[in-house]
C-alpha cells in the first residue's frame, strides 16, 4: 500500500487542523485563524495550477518542501509581497507540518524537510512614526459635524492615546471601558493577552459623546459603519488615506511616509520614550512581549538621540574650519593676508 493511500486524506488534515487543533485545543485567536486560512488559499491554489491538478485532487505528499518553497518565491515575485509577509505565510504552513507530524508518523520525513525551511532574514527598518506637527495635521482633518467624522477623530485619537493595535480597537466594547475618573479601557491583545490602558480626560470625553450620538449594547463593538455593522480594518485603512492625503496639503512631508492605522502605534511608543517614560512601563502599555521590541522605538527617535549628543562635553567637539576654508574664493583669501 503507498504513502499516501495509508494517510488521511488532505481535507481531514486540514479540517482537524483549523477545528480541532487551531480552534479547540491551541484556542486561537480568529485573527490568526483567518490569516492562516488566506495562506492556505494562496497554497493550495498555487500548487494546483503548479502541478495541473484541481485542488479536490490533491494529496498530502503533493505538499512538497519544494513547492513550499516555490510558493514562497512566488509570494516574494509575482505578489511582490514583503519579506515579512512571506515569512507568515511560511509561520501559517510550518504550523499545519507541524501538527502532520506528531500524528502521522509516515508523513515524518515530508513534514522535516518542510520544518527545515527557514525564516528569510530582511532589513530592520525604524518603525515609521508621525512628529507632533503630523499627528496635529491629521487629527484636524475628520469632519466633527457629521457622525462618521465624530467616528474617525475618536478612533485616531483613541490609537495615539493608548497605542492599540487596529484589531484592539475594532474589538473595543462599552463594557470594556470606564469613563469616570480615572478613565481607562481594557483591550484585549495578540495571545489573548488583556491589558488595561488609562485614557486621557479628553479622549473619554470623545468616547462618551460618541456613545451620545450612537449608542452601543454593552457587548457590541463601539466602532460602526454608515450600516451599523462593525466597522473593518479595511474601512480604517481607507479613510486614513482620505485624510493622509488631504492633510500632505498643509504638511507635504506626511506624503512621503506610509501612514496605517499601526503607525499611531508607533508613534505613541515614540512620544511615550521622548516623554522619558521607563520602557519598562511602556512595554506593559502597548503589550509587548519583550522589551527588545519597546528598544526599537528609542531607536527611532531623533530629537532624543540629539538631546543625547548636546551632552557631550563641548571642548571634545572639533574645531571649527580654518577660515580658508569657508571661503569660496581662494584667491579672495589670500588677499585679505
Not at 12 to 35: E, G, P, V
Not at 181 to 200: D, N, S, Y
Not at 206 to 216: A, M, V
Not at 222 to 248: H, M, T
Request: glycine content about 4%.
Amino acid at each position: 500500500m503507498s504513502t499516501a493511500n495509508s494517510l488521511p486524506s488532505l481535507p481531514k488534515l486540514l479540517h482537524c487542523f483549523f477545528h480541532d487543533w487551531m480552534a479547540a485545543q491551541r484556542n486561537a485567536s480568529r485573527h490568526t485563524i483567518i490569516s492562516y486560512r488566506d495562506c492556505w488559499r494562496l497554497f493550495l491554489r498555487f500548487v494546483s495550477e503548479h502541478r495541473q491538478r484541481t485542488v479536490a485532487r490533491l494529496t498530502l505528499p503533493d505538499l512538497t518542501a519544494e513547492e513550499v518553497v516555490a510558493f514562497l518565491e512566488h509570494i516574494e515575485k509575482d505578489r511582490r509581497g514583503s519579506i515579512s509577509t512571506r515569512n507568515c505565510r511560511l509561520a501559517a504552513l510550518h504550523s499545519f507540518f507541524q501538527f502532520v507530524a506528531g500524528r502521522e508518523p509516515l508523513a515524518a520525513k515530508q513534514c522535516e524537510a518542510v520544518l527545515r525551511i527557514p525564516v528569510k532574514r530582511g532589513p530592520k527598518r525604524s518603525p515609521c512614526h508621525l512628529e507632533t506637527e503630523e499627528v496635529a495635521a491629521l487629527l484636524s482633518q475628520p469632519d466633527r459635524q457629521s457622525l462618521l467624522g465624530q467616528r474617525d477623530y475618536t478612533f485616531l485619537v483613541l490609537l495615539y492615546n493608548t497605542g492599540a493595535r487596529i484589531s484592539e480597537a475594532l474589538a473595543l466594547r462599552p463594557r470594556d471601558m470606564r469613563l469616570e475618573t480615572p478613565a481607562q479601557v481594557r483591550l484585549v491583545g495578540k495571545g489573548r493577552k488583556e491589558r488595561v490602558c488609562p485614557l486621557w480626560p479628553e479622549t473619554a470625553v470623545l468616547l462618551e459623546s460618541l456613545l451620545k450620538r450612537q449608542p452601543r449594547p454593552p457587548d457590541d463593538p463601539i466602532f460602526v459603519n454608515r450600516y451599523g455593522k462593525p466597522l473593518g480594518a479595511s474601512g480604517v485603512r481607507f479613510r486614513l488615506q482620505q485624510y493622509v492625503s488631504a492633510a500632505a496639503k498643509c504638511v507635504p512631508r506626511i506624503a512621503d511616509k506610509r501612514i496605517s492605522p499601526h503607525t499611531w502605534r508607533h508613534t505613541a511608543a515614540v512620544h511615550l520614550i521622548a516623554a522619558k517614560v521607563d520602557p519598562a512601563i511602556i512595554q506593559s502599555w502597548l503589550g509587548h512581549a519583550s522589551l527588545d521590541t519597546t528598544n526599537l522605538y528609542a531607536q527611532a527617535n531623533l530629537e532624543t538621540k540629539r538631546e543625547a549628543i548636546e551632552q557631550v562635553d563641548r571642548t571634545l567637539r572639533p574645531a571649527k574650519p580654518p577660515r580658508w576654508k569657508q571661503d569660496r574664493d581662494l584667491l579672495a583669501w589670500l588677499d585679505s593676508l
